[in-house]
């Protein structure tokens, strides 16, 4: 498979558009933290992406998401473990560390992210991956780098890395609604993490900012957080955890680059870590995982085309190619072809 195929792929081509949209942001928001704090501005950030998600849902007539009490459940547990237990914990941990300390451990959420999706939700990976995994975060240090690392006290460094594996957390858990509309998802937790953290920085003594300053911030917060994140969630549904954030990790990097047309220094740092990047990222890129695999007997409900997971009847004619959306049942098939750890893709290894 060429190397161009497989970025057309929906669930890459997501999961990068994802991560361009995000580090696209800091660049911006940098420039908003002149006039509003960091917390009011995370708060507006997110509000922005639940209020203009809603909205687009709303012109669009989407129909209403229902989920099935399971679903529920799992998306309940990950919007309480990235919308409300993290940003307390980051708070907390903000409190006894330097911001550069804190920007280099917030780099402990892509690793335990693939830890659990590796150790705990299964889901497969070879040496190619993990190695491109490394690569990635060692990137990642880098460009976060602060020269030295110290903390007033160590239960500041705890903190902020059980923010982090609470939203590595939430990204597993995610993914296993990700057949649902991704917009809803997106918007829902915007709400969510957007009150949790409005609240917080209102609770610090933080004021609202000018009209002009807000209304950027949520309109920046609507393609960064919203968009953004609707497309990591399909990319969640198409690879998996552990290689959505594998190509969403290039988010900081696509940061770096856009400061440096803005007129920030290109650094040695930045070009080595752009190269271990850029040379991980290509690993996964070029896996290829192939074997016989036996899919079981599986009933749900989302959009799909009829390809060779989804081949049913229906009571009217349907045009090949054209998406829907019904309650649909996969019959136990056993076949052997290259496959990503979809949602259609759960076996076991």
């Known amino acids: ?21 995000f580090g696209a942001s800091t660049p911006l928001a940098k420039i908003l933290l002149a006039s509003v704090s ?20 709303w012109l669009r007539r989407a129909e209403r998401v229902r989920l099935s009490r399971r679903d529920a459940f799992w998306f309940g547990v990950s919007v309480l473990a990235g919308g409300i237990v993290a940003p307390v914990l980051f708070m907390i941990g903000l409190q006894g560390a330097a911001a550069s300390t804190a920007s280099l451990l917030l780099n402990a959420e892509t690793v335990f992210t693939t830890l659990l999706a590796w150790w705990v939700f299964k889901e497969s990976f070879d040496r190619r991956i993990a190695w491109g995994m490394v690569a990635i975060v060692l990137g990642m240090v880098l460009l976060s780098w602060p020269g030295q690392v110290h903390f007033d006290h160590l239960w500041s460094a705890a903190a902020i890395i059980g923010a982090c594996f609470a939203w590595g957390m939430d990204n597993n858990l995610t993914r296993k609604v990700s ?4 917009r809803w998802i997106a918007a829902n937790k915007g709400w969510v993490a957007g009150s949790v953290n409005l609240g917080l920085a209102l609770l610090l003594g933080d004021r609202l900012p000018a009209l002009p300053d807000m209304a950027a911030a949520m309109l920046l917060g609507f393609f960064a957080y919203g968009v953004s994140l609707a497309f990591f969630v399909v990319g969640l549904r198409h690879l998996g955890s552990a290689r ?12 770096a680059m856009l400061s440096v047309m803005l007129g920030a220094p290109v650094t040695p740092l930045l070009l080595i870590a752009g190269a271990l990047m850029g040379w991980g990222i290509w690993m996964h890129l070029t896996e290829s995982h192939a074997h016989e695999h036996t899919h079981t007997l599986m009933e749900h409900d989302h959009v799909h085309v009829h390809d060779a997971h989804h081949q049913h009847a229906h009571p009217d004619p349907l045009v090949p190619g054209v998406s829907h959306r019904h309650p649909h049942k996969h019959e136990a098939l056993t076949h052997n072809h290259a496959h990503t750890p979809d949602m259609h893709h759960l076996h076991k290894h």
Do not use: E, K, N
Not at 38 to 57: N, V
């Open 38 to 57: 960091p917390w009011m501005l995370a708060g507006l950030l997110y509000l922005g992406s639940g209020l203009g998600l809603t909205l687009y849902r």
């Open 179 to 182: 057949l649902t509309d991704t």
């Open 1 to 21: 498979m060429s190397l161009l195929h497989t970025l057309r792929r929906p669930g890459i081509q997501a999961a990068l558009l994802s991560a361009l949209l």
């Open 244 to 255: 959505t954030g594998a190509y969403f990790s290039s988010a900081p990097f696509v940061g």
